[in-house]
Every structure is written in structure tokens, then in C-alpha cells.
């Protein structure tokens, strides 16, 4: 049996994925990007599989859905974890680039990876990454809001997250077409945003001629996102 | 490198789980539970990574969508997989119970688990089961059209896919609450429905208490796929 569990899970209304990871050994886990709405169910899953919840972790303050971290932590000895650029206030662990987190036996490194925010922080664990908004399926996160920059996504992409080997999976912080892993081979390939194939300065024009609508719940999840999900 | 894969999709409408596996050393693969809607998708996935589509395999007889395997076939030269005892007009193989399907260097086994309907397929390859709607995560499949019967739901579950050993991994035909898998351990131990301290009676007394509504799209998507989905 491997030592490391991900069980990703899904938020029907905000398109989110919110990922379980657990070590075996010790049933340490954790939460990656947890949903406000969706507090109940992903305790009531850790509880049915006895595990010992330790950290959530936050890979950037999110403008579609307001994060469950806040009340995780008024139920469970929890700590929040953010990385150190994001400006989020009320965390209790902030990691800087390159830096490891402990999960039972297993370590969750930290990489920053601006673009789609500037303080976007993508995890890696045992072959798997979990690059939030900043690397999607066949996509890219926007870059057009809270210190976005089409130039850093392409760097912190090309230069960090393609590091890691082509069987690397890659678990994204949405998906919108049903698909709901990758890896960096197939992303080095084949994204049509950030694929090996494509120039930075194509990229970076290509994301300037975007017109986003603007986020329906940004107003409201923001503003308690910076403060971990505290309404 | 596993020589097995397996990619897990999702279609928003129906919130049905389709499966994409591949044997890493030939590429071929197969599809379980394919949506008409999102063929295209299906398709563009195995072409962007190199595969070589053998099979649409069905769980059963869909009354909540279209299968896409006609579709499929009429631009794929595949091979339209069913159980044998579903009653299908028009698929190429029907695999009976306990029969081995060769996918590359893989066996895929099909085991005849009705209960949702009378000829309910799951299929086990490799530490993976795929359940249909015979086992959901927390739950099972209703019962009450198509030939369904609670007692075979229940028998189905407990005397053969529970034969298989608690670490493999339950891929079920839909979930409506974001959980993408289980284990075989889980469900005996949570499922609340045919969980092993359900009794058999207290389960089939269970649903026929329960008052489910008439799919909405039953009258359309059962006569298409008796035909393997041909409108």
C-alpha cells in the first residue's frame, strides 16, 4: 500500500476541487482549498475514514468561493497554512518557497507560483502536484486581478511547476469540462496557454486580449478570504 | 510506471462518471459509461494522449442520459461492450458473468451485479472496480424500474463485489455530492445502505419506503440505449 492517500473532491456550484491527503501510517491528513459549503461533508468523509485532521492548506486567497478554513478551525485543532506572499492575515503557518511541511511520515513542499495571484502557492507531495489556479488542464488561472501577471504564471510554470517529472499528476484547482486530472507530460504538450510549444511574449499577448466577466462572488469571498474565510 | 491508467470524468448535467483506462504498454484503451453530450471531449482526450480507443463498455442500460458508444462507433472503429444479460439490441460483445475482456496486456472482468436493473455490469481490472449504479459511494442505486430488485442490490453487493479485497478502489456510475471514489473496506463499513451491518431485510424494507421521483429523462434515454444509444 503506497503511504500516501489524495481523495479529490468537488464543489458542484463553484466548479471547485478541494483535495484530501492522508498518510497511512500515521492518518495525519489534510485539506487543500476547502469550500465553505462544503465543510460538513469533507469532515463527516475524515471522520468515516478515522483520520486526524492537522492542516488546511490555501494554494492563494480565492475570488469565486469563500474558503472553509475559518470554520474548520472552530471545530478542530487545525492549523492554516498560506504561502508567505499571499498578505493573508489570521494563518498560523506561512510557508516560503521551498519549503517543506510535514504530514505524518510524508513532506508537502511549497512552491510559489505567482501569476493568477500574486501570492499563488502550488504543493508538491509524492508525485503528485496540486498547482491551484495558477496551472489548469489545458488552461491557465486569469491574471487579470489581485497582483495577477500573465509573465509570472509563464515563468512560474515553465521554470518551476515543469520541473517536476512527466508522470507527475497534476491536480488543478478547477476544472470546467468534467476532466479532472493531468500530468506535466500532457501539460507540456499539449496546453494551448502555457504548452512547451507556446512563447512567452505569445502568452502574455494572448491573455491581454481576454475579456473576463467579473467574478460574481469576488466582493464577498475576497475581502474574507484575506482573512482565511472569517466572514 | 503502473501499466495500468485510469482518468476518472465528469458530465455537470447528469452528474455521471465516465472512465477512461489505457494498458501503458500497448495504449489501448477503453471507455466505461461514455455521455452522448460529451463524446467530443472523450475523443479529444484519448487523441491528445496518443491512445488507441478499443472499447465502449456499458454498466447497464442508463435511464438518466444517452450513452455516446453509438456515436463513438460511428467515428471509431471500437467495439460496443455489454453485459449479456441487459437485453441491448446491436452491441458486438456481451460479456457474461465472470468473462475476461483483454485491454492491451490488462483483464477486464465483468461480473453481473444486478439490482439497479436486472443486467447491471460491474467491472473489475487491477484494483479497481467500477460499480455502475449498483454501489455508490454511501449509497446504491434505486430500484424500483427496469427489473430492479433491492434483494439482487443487495446480494449483487455483499456476495461479489465485496469478494474483492478492502484496498481496491470503488469507481461508482454517478455521485451527487462530490466524492470521487471509495474502497471496498469504506463501503463495508459506512455504506448505509448494504453497509455489513445492514441486515438484507432491513435493506429491502428500506427502499421500498422510499419515493423517488420519475427521471426526467427515462422515456428518451432508456429506448436509445436498448439500441447501444442510437437516437
Given at each position: ?5 489524495v ?11 478541494t ?7 500515521t ?17 463527516s ?5 478515522g483520520?486526524?485532521l ?25 492549523k492554516?497554512v498560506y504561502g ?50 495558477t496551472l ?17 504564471t ?21 476544472n ?9 507530460g ?6 494551448p ?25 469576488f ?13
Amino acid at each position: 500500500m503506497k503511504s500516501l492517500n489524495v481523495r479529490q473532491l468537488f464543489d458542484y456550484d463553484t466548479w471547485t476541487y478541494t483535495y484530501l491527503l492522508w498518510c497511512n501510517k500515521t492518518k495525519h491528513c489534510l485539506l487543500i482549498d476547502p469550500v465553505f459549503e462544503q465543510v460538513e461533508r469533507d469532515l463527516s468523509l475524515i471522520e468515516k475514514l478515522g483520520l486526524n485532521l492537522k492542516f488546511v492548506l490555501e494554494t492563494h486567497v480565492h475570488a469565486d468561493h469563500i474558503t472553509g478554513a475559518s470554520l474548520i478551525k472552530s471545530k478542530k485543532d487545525i492549523k492554516i497554512v498560506y504561502g508567505s506572499k499571499t498578505g493573508v492575515e489570521g494563518a498560523d503557518i506561512y510557508l516560503d518557497d521551498n519549503e517543506i511541511l510535514k504530514l505524518g511520515n510524508e513532506n508537502i513542499q511549497a512552491l510559489h507560483t505567482p501569476g493568477h495571484t500574486s501570492g499563488c502557492t502550488s504543493y508538491y507531495i509524492d508525485g503528485y502536484i496540486f498547482t491551484g489556479d495558477t496551472l489548469f488542464i489545458d488552461g491557465t488561472g486569469r491574471t487579470d486581478f489581485q497582483g495577477g501577471s500573465s509573465s509570472d504564471t509563464y515563468d512560474s510554470v515553465t521554470k518551476k511547476i515543469y520541473n517536476y517529472p512527466n508522470d507527475t499528476i497534476v491536480f488543478p484547482g478547477h476544472n470546467y469540462n468534467g476532466l479532472t486530472m493531468s500530468t506535466i507530460g500532457e501539460e507540456k504538450k499539449s496546453n494551448p496557454n502555457v504548452g512547451l510549444h507556446i512563447k512567452k511574449e505569445d502568452f502574455i499577448l494572448n491573455e491581454s486580449k481576454k475579456e473576463r466577466p467579473y467574478p460574481k462572488r469576488f466582493d464577498v469571498a475576497v475581502p474574507a478570504n484575506m482573512k482565511c474565510g472569517k466572514k
